[in-house]
Structure formats: structure tokens, C-alpha cells
T-cell receptor, first 113, second 113 residues
Framework: GENVEQHPSTLSVQEGDSAVIKCTYSDSASNYFPWYKQELGKGPQLIIDIRSNVGEKKDQRIAVTLNKTAKHFSLHITETQPEDSAVYFCAASRQGGSEKLVFGKGTKLTVNP | GAVVSQHPSRVICKSGTSVKIECRSLDFQATTMFWYRQFPKQSLMLMATSNEGSKATYEQGVEKDKFLINHASLTLSTLTVTSAHPEDSSFYIC?????????FGPGTRLTVT
């Protein structure tokens, strides 16, 4: 089955700096890669996703890149703000959101003011 | 706005009792819902896929007789934890697929004393 590895487990940056979180996956049939932000005591919130027919996607300060050959994808957050502090999870799926997601272990991001 | 709601948000029950958690899709019909479990400081693990009008599909290692899932309508799935024990204490989160993406509910914190 699919295995998703995520690094780093913790990341601390200064406000205004960029943050990068990386994930690798094992199943070459996976074609959908969402990223979720989870604040303490809340459910995960979808922040951006990418499908295998696209190499990069951007939404304001957030971007995701996908390298299908190497089976890895990354989340990039620019101009970080204290409210970006949360746990971020990457995930992979074979059929978009209609099938189960396999999650990475999460990255706790702390943005210091 | 919110896509999925869960009820209750928190529940405390005594060991040996059963507790029911509801997951509702808001303003749309969901033929498939997913139930995840998240232990403290850990990632989300899929427990089962709930299909409207048919039996749920459980992940390996998840006891179907202990975690009863009923997807009685296109907007409601319920998870019943039967004969709960302290080790069942966890954060239970449901999700639904909409437009090729997966959206999560706010979660239910279950504490078994």
C-alpha cells in the first residue's frame, strides 16, 4: 500500500521568512496530493492540492510542487505570518478526494513574530 | 463555509458504555464518507469508508463489531464506539468527498474514563 513520508517533523521560522515542507510517496498510482492545515483541537483544513497532470500550483502565499518521477511533492509558504503556525499534513490518494487519503506524519510549523 | 459538521464535539463516557458520533454533510449529498482517528500528536489514520445504503469498508486492524458505522442517508453517517475502553480515547474525524476534494469535519474528542 501507499506510504507517505513527511519532513521535517518540526519547523520554526521567523515571521516573513519562507517555509518548505517535503513529502515523498511510494505508490506510483497515486495521482492526487492535498495539503491540510490543522490547528489545535480542530479538524484538518484543505489549503491546497495538486494532481499528477500538473507540476506546480500556487494560491497567493502558498504553492505546491510535484515531481512524479522522484515521487515527491512540497509545500512552500512565503512571507509567513504567526497565524500560519499549525500542524501541516500532506496526503496522497489514487482517485482524488473520492478515495481514502494516506497521510504523512505531519509538520509542526511555528512562526515567531 | 463549513462543508461537514460533527456532533458532539466532545464526549466523555464511562468504560464499557457505547457512544455515537454523527457526521453530516451540509447542503449536499455524500454517497461516501470517511472516518479517521487521530491520537495525540499523531497523524490521521483511516478507520473505514462509509457508503450510503451498503456496508462500510473497514481498514485492516479496525474491528467492525466495535466501531459500528451506519450511513443511513445521503447526508448522515454515524460511528458508534461500542463497549468503549480508555484506549479508544481519541479524536475522531469524518470527511466527505466534494468536487474531487476531501473535506473534514471539526472532529469529536472522545474520552473514556
Amino acid at each position: 500500500g501507499e506510504n507517505v513520508e513527511q519532513h521535517p517533523s518540526t519547523l520554526s521560522v521567523q515571521e516573513g521568512d519562507s517555509a518548505v515542507i517535503k513529502c515523498t510517496y511510494s505508490d506510483s498510482a497515486s495521482n492526487y496530493f492535498p495539503w491540510y492545515k490543522q490547528e489545535l483541537g480542530k479538524g484538518p483544513q484543505l489549503i491546497i492540492d495538486i494532481r499528477s497532470n500538473v507540476g506546480e500550483k500556487k494560491d497567493q502565499r502558498i504553492a505546491v510542487t510535484l515531481n512524479k518521477t522522484a515521487k515527491h511533492f512540497s509545500l512552500h509558504i512565503t512571507e509567513t505570518q504567526p497565524e500560519d503556525s499549525a500542524v501541516y499534513f500532506c496526503a496522497a490518494s489514487r482517485q482524488g478526494g473520492s478515495e481514502k487519503l494516506v497521510f504523512g506524519k505531519g509538520t509542526k510549523l511555528t512562526v515567531n513574530p | 463555509g463549513a462543508v461537514v459538521s460533527q456532533h458532539p464535539s466532545r464526549v466523555i463516557c464511562k468504560s464499557g458504555t457505547s457512544v455515537k458520533i454523527e457526521c453530516r454533510s451540509l447542503d449536499f449529498q455524500a454517497t461516501t464518507m470517511f472516518w479517521y482517528r487521530q491520537f495525540p500528536k499523531q497523524s490521521l489514520m483511516l478507520m473505514a469508508t462509509s457508503n450510503e445504503g451498503s456496508k462500510a469498508t473497514y481498514e485492516q486492524g479496525v474491528e467492525k463489531d466495535k466501531f459500528l458505522i451506519n450511513h443511513a442517508s445521503l447526508t448522515l453517517s454515524t460511528l458508534t464506539v461500542t463497549s468503549a475502553h480508555p484506549e479508544d480515547s481519541s479524536f475522531y474525524i469524518c470527511s466527505v468527498s466534494l468536487g474531487g476534494e476531501q473535506y473534514f469535519g471539526p472532529g469529536t474528542r472522545l474520552t473514556v474514563t
